[in-house]
């Protein structure tokens, strides 16, 4: 008889046998098995109280970076811990949640025990379960200062600060910078002048243009350009000629954005330039237009300082 013969009568002698040996030896043999199948269905209730945990540690996070304004940290804080305690009875008994920020970041952790059914008889009462989760409120211009420090040509020229306000679609306009020409000598020489002076609050916002106007005979809409040897006088006229301006340039119109040089770099045609480009957070920036009279020197040149603070309408999960 050979050995694979005799391994095949062994095993059906003990498929055969009704004694309790092979009984027993069978529920020995289940025991791990069992192990494994409850030591499964603990893991994934654990797994299913941490995907409940991350959802509610994502909303608070974000609820928190809504609020905040680059001022408020600790108001910020007391909104995702609020939504936190709102949801407490989401949360697996005991569990505990930590609110802090750092920069513009709202963080959020939180930690708990998965209560084993089955592992507990192997002396592993609980599972440890923790989640995390991160927001931040993008950074946008918030005050603007600025600075003229050149203008030339024989074009009146009108650059514009303007936002839109949040729920609304009308443009407002903040802040102007304006050449008026006064001589035609050496190329077109005049005055600048910043309206407000100093610091201009943009305040809420949910969009921001810089425009550029300009009126091809020298002088503001609704009057007209005289000019005697070199000077330029300005006289009211209320003809439809002299009512209007002759073209406009805007940084959200990729047709005409690229008439803006910022630091020296022109703005690229026939896109849209993002406005962290032009208006840079923290830097003051220098600006300079061409009024399409010639692209062989700029014509309108001042300087923009421009300060930032996050802000919650864009806030996003960055963990």
Known sequence: MTILQRLRDT?????????????????????????????????????????GMQDIADAAALAGGRVYDGTNSAAAITAAQNF??????????????????????????????????F?????ITTLDVGVASQSIAPLKPKTIDFTPTQAQGWYYKKVSIMVVR??????????TVIYQPLTHNNGGQGTMTVSPTGTINLG????????MEIKNDGCAVGYKATITG??????KNGNAAYSKYDLTLRTDNPDTSYYLFVDGTQLAKGVTSPL??????????????????GWDRQDFFYTVKTTCAPDGEFVRLTQ
């Not at 592992?119 to 002396?123: D, E, I, K, L, P």
């Not at 949040?166 to 802040?175: C, F, H, L």
């Not at 070199?230 to 006289?235: F, I, K, L, N, R």
């Open 11 to 51: 095993a059906s002698r003990l498929v055969a046998n009704r004694d309790g040996n092979f009984a027993l030896m069978t529920a020995l043999l289940s025991i791990p098995l069992v192990y494994a199948a409850g030591s499964a269905i603990d893991f994934s209730t654990a797994y299913g109280q941490k995907t």
């Open 84 to 117: 936190l305690k709102g949801y407490k009875d989401k949360l697996p008994d005991g569990a505990t949640y930590q609110v802090t920020m750092s920069d513009q970041n709202v963080n959020v952790t939180v930690s708990a025990k998965s209560v084993n059914s």
């Open 119 to 123: 592992m507990q008889v192997a002396g």
């Open 166 to 175: 949040p729920n609304t679609t009308n443009e407002e306009v903040v802040g």
């Open 204 to 211: 809420k916002y949910s969009k921001l243009v810089l425009q």
């Open 230 to 235: 070199s000077a330029v006088t300005c006289d």
């Open 276 to 293: 962290d480009g032009i208006l840079v957070c923290g830097k003051t920036s220098s600006h300079a237009w061409e009024d399409g009279g």
